[in-house]
């Protein structure tokens, strides 16, 4: 498996410094969060594409994915949906990144059949466009939506090869779901796993891996059983945090921890 980290946990930070980050303590590649806050956001024009893409070529390392906040189950109409999900699309087309994270969003409001045929609906529209692209939209366990389960429905109704699955282990495991069973539910969507430590499930603070309560051993376990080659990439919520301990010194205990972990479940 290969390791990765999301910029999330370095909010803001320049370009240069977390592609330094990366090769320094030997991650393979980045998630890079889609914000207007961020250096890469769908703002940018083509020129300053290029440019990204060139940095992330000349580090050697990979742009796993765009972690978009497109909520393809939220209410309200399709349009600026689709095409929030078509400038995230375009933004990891023009990176050379092979996915695009989006979340669900359902509603309160929504009955469970509504907020999974509305999600479905909007990623079914976009999927024929991912394909042109060469990019795959991944759903996140998440919010409305948290555990493989509840994924698995909407992606059930796509029936897509081009939109599949992204799973967050703190919110498959707050919603009550063993490893086993996120696996057996998402793996033939699988597109890469987010990995992070809390200190608990009522308080949901970042730490360093290993050092918290969610079944990280379970999980990799699980992927290397069956053979899963993919990406796990560190997601330190640093940004919603800000108590919490900076990313860059936990890089490389972090990547030891997983180090470890894949070489017992070897």
Not at 5 to 13: A, H, K, N, Y
Not at 35 to 52: C, K, M, Y
Request: aromatic share 6%.
């Amino acid at each position: 498996m290969k390791l990765a980290f999301s910029t999330l946990g370095v909010p803001g930070l320049p370009l240069p410094e977390v592609l330094r980050l990366a090769t320094t303590y030997g991650y393979h590649g980045i998630e890079l969060r889609a914000h207007s806050e961020e250096p890469v956001h769908t703002g940018l024009d083509l020129a300053q594409r290029a440019d990204v893409a060139a940095e992330f070529k000349a580090a050697g390392v990979e742009v796993l994915g765009v972690a978009g906040y497109a909520r393809v189950a939220a209410p309200g109409p399709d349009a600026p949906v689709i095409e929030e999900l078509r400038r995230l699309l375009d933004l990891a087309r023009d990176l050379g990144a092979p996915f695009v994270r989006v979340f669900p969003g359902g509603a309160p409001e929504q009955s469970r059949e509504e907020a999974d045929a509305t999600a479905a609906r909007r990623l079914g529209t976009a999927a024929e466009y991912a394909a042109d692209l060469g990019v795959r939209i991944l759903l996140e366990t998440h919010d409305s939506h948290r555990t493989g389960a509840d994924a698995i429905r909407i992606l059930g109704l796509v029936g897509h090869h081009q939109v599949g699955s992204l799973w967050d282990v703190m919110h498959t495991w707050l919603g009550g779901e063993q490893p086993s069973e996120t696996y057996a539910a998402l793996s033939p969507t699988l597109g890469y796993v987010q990995v992070k430590d809390i200190v608990s499930a009522q308080d949901t603070t970042p730490v360093r891996l290993g050092t918290g309560v969610l079944p990280l051993t379970e999980c990799v376990e699980v992927l290397s059983r069956h053979g899963w080659d993919g990406w796990l990439c560190w997601e330190y919520e640093k940004r919603w945090y800000e108590a919490a301990a900076p990313l860059p010194g936990l890089l490389g205990p972090g990547r030891e921890h997983l180090a470890r972990l894949l070489n017992e479940s070897a």
